[in-house]
C-alpha cells in the first residue's frame, strides 16, 4: 500500500519568513496530493491540493510543488503570520480506485513574533 | 447539512463496554470516510463507502470494529468490547462521488477509562 512521510515534525520560522514542508509517496499509482491544517482540537481543513497533471499550484501565500519523478510533493508558506501557527499533514490517494487517503505523520509550525 | 456531523462529540465510557459513533456526511456527498488520529499522530484510515459498492475495510485494526451506512445518508462506527489504546479522535469525512477533497467533521473524542 501506499506510504507517505513527512518532514520536518516540526518547523519554528519568525513572522514575514518562509516554510517549506516536505513529502515523499511511495505508491507511483497516487495521482490526488493535498494539504490539511489542524488547529489545536479542530478538525483538518483542506488548505491546497495538487493533482498529478500539473507540476504547481499556488494560492495566495501558499503554494504546493509536485515531482511525479521523484515522488515527492512540497507546501510552501511565505510571508508567514502568527495564524499560520497549527500541525500541517500531508496525504495521497489514487481517485477511483482507491479514494481513501494516506496522510503524513504532520509538521507543527510555530511562527513567532 | 453545512458540513459534516459527528456525534457524540465526546465520548468517556468504560474498559469493555461498546460505542457508537454517528456522522452525517454533507448532503449529496456519496463516498463516506472514517480515520482515526490517535494523541499528537496522524490520520489513519479506517472504512471507506461508496454509493451501493461493498465497503473498503481494509484500515479496521481488529474485529471488534464495524461500521454500517444506510444508503448515501449517516454511518455509525461500532467498537465493541473497547480497551484504552482504542482512545483517539474518531474523524469522519465525505466528499463527492469518488472524487476528492475530502471533508472533515469535528470528530468525536473517545476516551476510555
Known amino acids: 500500500g501506499e506510504n507517505v512521510e513527512q518532514h520536518p515534525s516540526t518547523l519554528s520560522v519568525q513572522e514575514g519568513d518562509s516554510a517549506v514542508i516536505k513529502c515523499t509517496y511511495s505508491?507511483?499509482?497516487?495521482?490526488?496530493f493535498p494539504w490539511y491544517k489542524q488547529e489545536l482540537g479542530k478538525r483538518p481543513q483542506l488548505i491546497i491540493d495538487i493533482r498529478s497533471n500539473v507540476g504547481e499550484k499556488k494560492d495566495q501565500r501558499i503554494a504546493v510543488t509536485l515531482n511525479k519523478t521523484a515522488k515527492h510533493f512540497s507546501l510552501h508558506i511565505t510571508e508567514t503570520q502568527p495564524e499560520d501557527s497549527a500541525v500541517y499533514f500531508c496525504a495521497a490517494s489514487h481517485t477511483g480506485t482507491a479514494s481513501k487517503l494516506t496522510f503524513g505523520t504532520g509538521t507543527r509550525l510555530q511562527v513567532t513574533l | 447539512g453545512a458540513g459534516v456531523s459527528q456525534s457524540p462529540s465526546n465520548k468517556v465510557t468504560e474498559k469493555g463496554k461498546d460505542v457508537e459513533l454517528r456522522c452525517d456526511p454533507i448532503s449529496g456527498h456519496t463516498a463516506l470516510y472514517w480515520y482515526r488520529q490517535r494523541l499528537g499522530q496522524g490520520l489513519e484510515f479506517l472504512i471507506y463507502?461508496?454509493?451501493?459498492?461493498?465497503?473498503?475495510k481494509s484500515g479496521l485494526p481488529s474485529d471488534r470494529f464495524s461500521a454500517e451506512r444506510t444508503g448515501e445518508s449517516v454511518s455509525t462506527l461500532t467498537i465493541q468490547r473497547t480497551q484504552q489504546e482504542d482512545s483517539a479522535v474518531y474523524l469522519c469525512a465525505s466528499s463527492l462521488v469518488d472524487a476528492q477533497p475530502q471533508h472533515f467533521g469535528d470528530g468525536t473524542r473517545l476516551s476510555i477509562l
Open positions: 505508491d507511483s499509482a497516487s495521482n490526488y
Open positions: 463507502f461508496q454509493g451501493n459498492s461493498a465497503p473498503d
